[in-house]
């Protein structure tokens, strides 16, 4: 990257979430399951569920609102629009292009990133070098999912771990090199998809009676294996972004991890060893949001004043893929 190339900084961020509040004990009454088991093994006491008139575009759209708003932004200020998501109201046109629409945005370039949990950490590098080309000033980056519609409500192993949301940021180009969106780092692994996948609906396994039958429209998920890796990947995503920017654990003020269970988290903390206080931590009151996760806990994060001007916040994600990454930001 040239040293010449304009800066990136998160201008605003927003989030919604949905009003209803599922807890643990309300899911057990109709699942075999129990608060205790839950939030021993992922932390996890409630989560949020859209309604029918819901749908991962709306809410992208009003995280995105409360972004640009947040960033003193009108909607004919943005040009440019990148949404994270794994459950797009359809399979095309794209969320984005939804949104776009939905949120009175010129005809600006639209497009979906596809990469599970670790799809916000992907477009804030896409989007980022994007706008270093000079050719943007306003992107809305937007993380959003409608994840209960492809739960399996009969698979215990899966439905209590995920939730419903949307965050997301406004990235603004400055002439200042030293702060914003630093640098981020992306991975995956593609040799084993079956560990956490939604296999049918797609062109290998199209929507029949037969796939529906066997529930492959429902996401299915390689739990111990998947948390294996996470805390192995989400390590070295840290590791390799400190070590990129000569970083100590000490330099971080705040770490936002996906927010997936709490035991990788607190895994990730006695790895890379940065105390366990600097991770912002939501999960417990979303449960797993997916690509929503991290903008989701950012701009909680900043609602709390848990961050403060010149400070170097790592965000670092895992997810389906299987992808991974970080990003190193240094608050203007
Ligand atoms: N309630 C009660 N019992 C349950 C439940 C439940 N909700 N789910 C599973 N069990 C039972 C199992 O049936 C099993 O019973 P058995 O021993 O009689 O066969 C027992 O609990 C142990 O099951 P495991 O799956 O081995 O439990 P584990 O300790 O591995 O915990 C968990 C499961 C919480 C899913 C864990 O593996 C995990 O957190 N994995 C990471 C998953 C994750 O975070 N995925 C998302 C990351 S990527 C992304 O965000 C898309």
């Not at 009676?209 to 996470?230: Q, T």
Request: charge should be negative; proline fraction near 4%; aromatic fraction near 6%.
């Amino acid at each position: 990257m040239s040293r010449t190339a304009p800066g990136v900084i998160i201008a605003g961020t927003g989030s919604y979430t949905p009003s209803r509040i599922v807890t643990n004990e309300e899911l057990s009454t109709s699942v075999e399951t129990s608060d205790e088991w839950i939030s021993s093994r992922t932390g996890i006491r409630e989560r949020r569920l859209a309604d029918d008139g819901e749908v991962t575009s709306t809410m992208g759209a009003k995280a995105g609102k409360a972004a640009m708003e947040s960033a003193n932004l009108k909607p004919e200020q943005i040009d440019l629009i990148v949404v994270a998501t794994l459950s797009p109201d359809m399979t095309f046109p794209s969320t984005a292009s939804l949104i776009q629409h939905q949120l009175g945005l010129r005809m600006v370039t639209s497009f979906d990133i596809s990469a599970a949990c670790s799809g916000f950490i992907y477009a804030l590098e896409v989007v980022s070098n994007m706008m270093r080309s000079g050719a943007y000033h306003h992107a809305l980056v937007i993380g959003s999912e409608k994840i209960s519609p492809i739960l399996d409500w009969s698979d215990r192993g899966t439905c209590v771990l995920f939730g419903d949301g949307a965050g997301a940021v406004v990235l603004t180009k400055t002439e200042d090199i030293t702060c914003g969106v630093i640098d981020s780092y992306t991975g995956n692994d593609g040799s084993r998809p079956e560990l956490l996948c939604l296999p049918g609906g797609g062109s290998a396994i199209p929507t029949s009676m037969e796939s529906l039958a066997h529930r492959e429209h429902y996401l299915k998920m390689n739990g111990r294996e998947i948390f294996k890796i996470a805390v192995r990947w989400m390590e070295q995503s840290a590791i390799i972004m400190l070590e990129r920017h000569g970083l100590s654990p000490e330099d971080i003020s705040l770490i936002i991890p996906h927010q997936a269970n709490l035991r990788i988290i607190d895994a990730l903390a006695r790895s890379i060893k940065i105390p366990r206080e600097k991770f912002f931590v939501n999960l417990d009151r979303y449960g797993n949001t997916s690509a929503a996760s991290i903008p989701i806990a950012l701009h909680e994060a900043r609602q709390k004043d848990c961050i403060q001007s010149g400070d170097y916040v790592l965000l670092v994600a895992f997810g389906a893929g299987l992808t991974w990454g970080s990003t190193l930001i240094k608050w203007h």
